[in-house]
């Protein structure tokens, strides 16, 4: 008798090979591009710089003995001026020795701007402090270096004295401003941004000089961000008057600057 035929058995599902298995999972880890170890991603501006500036000192309270000295210059200067008849030759900056201002306070000053937009005077205890004074002046960067390329510039800010004044005259808000005797338009007191904090943060090593602050590689409208630093002395006539001297280090050469402020 012959045998029955066997039934075939069920076809076991084909399993892909080691091979193409790896490269179905390589192909699906690589569909997300990556940039490289580093570099920020494509379309990306490059990270800030991490702002480090400090804050200013704090200045302690006046003790006993400062008031009675300001009591006996207050009363010392309503003294009549007695002008000499000793004909012996002034100096220009009277009461500077050796680079420095007798009396004065030293200070850091930072004029910084786009050649053909407006220029910032930042005035800081140390470079690396936070502002403690931010002036925006309507005058173009450009020309204001260039003027001080050509001799001496002297900038007076003055605004309108109010009765029982009590604010520090550094703190005035806005103030009508003259270069080099002429109505030149007005300064504005204003708080730093981000921008500012940033160029603070880039000359925080520089206490000293003047150059080009590089840009991120976009396109620069108003002309290369640039920067002239200084120390400055910060002379306190009254709480109605202070100025500002730019000083150099080579004596009476090069460019220079004096700002007053004033109150009238």
Not at 157 to 184: A, F, Q
Not at 221 to 239: C, I, N, Q, W
Request: glycine share 8%; hydrophobic share 30%; proline share 11%.
């Amino acid at each position: 008798m012959a045998d029955s035929p066997q039934s075939p058995s069920p076809p076991t599902p084909l399993q892909p090979s080691s091979a193409s298995a790896s490269e179905d999972r390589q192909s699906t880890s690589t569909s997300t591009p990556t940039s490289p170890a580093g570099e920020s991603p494509v379309g990306e501006s490059p990270p800030r710089p991490v702002i480090s500036l400090h804050q200013p000192t704090q200045k302690k309270p006046s003790s006993k003995s400062a008031k009675i000295f300001r009591r006996f210059r207050a009363v010392f200067r309503s003294f009549p001026i007695i002008t000499p008849t000793c004909k012996i030759p002034v100096s220009l900056h009277p009461g500077r020795i050796d680079g420095h201002i007798h009396g004065g306070t030293r200070m850091t000053g930072t004029l910084f701007g786009h050649r053909k937009s407006r220029i910032n005077l930042a005035i800081q205890e140390n470079p690396s402090s936070l502002p403690i004074l931010l002036l925006e002046l309507t005058i173009p960067t450009g020309k204001l270096l260039q003027d001080m390329g050509m001799g001496l510039v002297r900038i007076a800010l003055e605004c309108e004295k109010k009765p029982n004044e009590k604010m520090k005259i550094i703190d005035e808000p806005i103030w009508t401003m003259y270069c080099n005797g002429r109505k030149s338009g007005y300064g504005v007191k204003r708080e730093p941004t981000d921008e500012d904090l940033i160029v603070m943060q880039i000359l925080h090593v520089i206490s000293m000089g003047a150059g080009v602050i590089p840009d991120d590689g976009g396109e620069q409208p108003d002309g290369e961000l640039t920067y002239m630093r200084a120390h400055f002395e910060r002379v306190s006539g009254s709480k109605d008057s202070e100025t500002y001297y730019m000083m150099n280090p080579d004596g009476n050469n090069g460019p220079e600057l004096t700002i007053f402020f004033v109150r009238i």
